[in-house]
């Protein structure tokens, strides 16, 4: 039996982020792409919105944690989202969620972000 996934790509958040102090001062702009699995069978075959996971909801989650609290690592603001996610949606199988932080202040470095993923389960993960 094959996954289902909701994806909800390229939200663009502006947060104040990171270790060096001058992030937490000037902020910057973060990428951030959500993916829950879940069965889809069933809004599939009712389609009706209250089956399924909303779209809004997660954007509004992600904001919240991205343009809320200050945190040093795009580690914790990854995390943050996945169990703002998963508490909302106890339903879901599973959260993975990217954040990018686009020209990342790297002394002498040029690319074009870095990033973190991570996969969590919320019944094991966030019980």
């Known amino acids: 039996m094959g996954v289902d996934r909701i994806h ?3 939200m663009a958040f502006y ?38 996971i909303s779209y809004a909801t997660i954007f509004k989650l992600t904001r919240a944690v991205v343009e ?4 040093d690592l795009i580690e914790a ?7 703002a996610v998963s508490r909302a949606f106890p339903e879901v199988d599973g959260v993975r969620v990217r954040v990018r932080k686009p020209g990342a202040p790297v002394k002498g ?14 019944r094991i993960d966030y019980p």
């Open 68 to 71: 809320g609290q200050s945190r």
């Open 15 to 52: 947060g104040f982020h990171g270790v060096d102090p001058a992030e937490k001062v000037l902020g910057q702009r973060f990428i951030v792409d959500v993916t829950v699995e879940r069965d889809l069978r069933k809004p599939g075959r009712t389609d009706n919105v209250a089956d399924t």
């Open 77 to 83: 603001v990854a995390e943050g989202i996945a169990e």
């Open 109 to 122: 470095s040029i690319f074009d972000w870095a990033s973190v993923e991570i996969d969590r389960t919320p």
């Open 8 to 10: 909800v790509e390229g």
